[in-house]
């Protein structure tokens, strides 16, 4: 399966890694609504894992359709990808301390977005040739 043309220049992922941003921005600004369903501990984590993964990914896609040179190794990519995105949650969480119906700073919720981006890299490189 290949995905259409467009989605194969780093240009794609790299906006649409800025609206995931933007998007991440704006949730954190405003107040928390209950997921329907049944009340779940700690789904927020869940949540933020999940984001955060998709975050990942995209610029995981991002970086290595950019890629020019043969001997960027997968290595520099997660490393890259893990900073920029578990650093986008430090930023996230310190967005969120400012307001007075969130609460920031959340060692839990900084943990799920390290987490996600690290599952969001490594899955994304099995699955680079959907894009390449």
């Known amino acids: 399966m290949q995905l259409p043309a467009f989605t194969q220049r780093s240009r794609f992922w790299f906006a649409f890694f800025v609206v995931w941003f933007i998007t991440l921005?704006?949730?954190?600004?405003?107040?928390?609504?209950?997921?329907?369903?049944?009340?779940?501990?700690?789904?927020?984590?869940?949540?933020?894992?999940?984001?955060?993964?998709?975050g990942a990914g995209i610029l995981s896609a991002a970086l290595f359709l950019r890629r020019k040179d043969p001997r960027i190794s997968w290595d520099i990519i997660h490393l890259v990808v893990i900073v920029i995105v578990t650093t986008t949650g430090v930023i996230d969480e310190w967005h969120q301390s400012w307001y007075a119906f969130r609460s920031g700073n959340d060692a839990g919720d900084l943990a799920a977005d390290f987490f996600g981006a690290v599952t969001g890299t490594l899955l994304f490189r099995r699955l680079r040739h959907l894009v390449a």
Do not use: E, V
């Open 25 to 54: 921005w704006f949730l954190s600004s405003r107040p928390l609504s209950s997921p329907p369903g049944p009340d779940i501990p700690h789904i927020d984590k869940f949540l933020h894992f999940g984001y955060y993964f998709g």
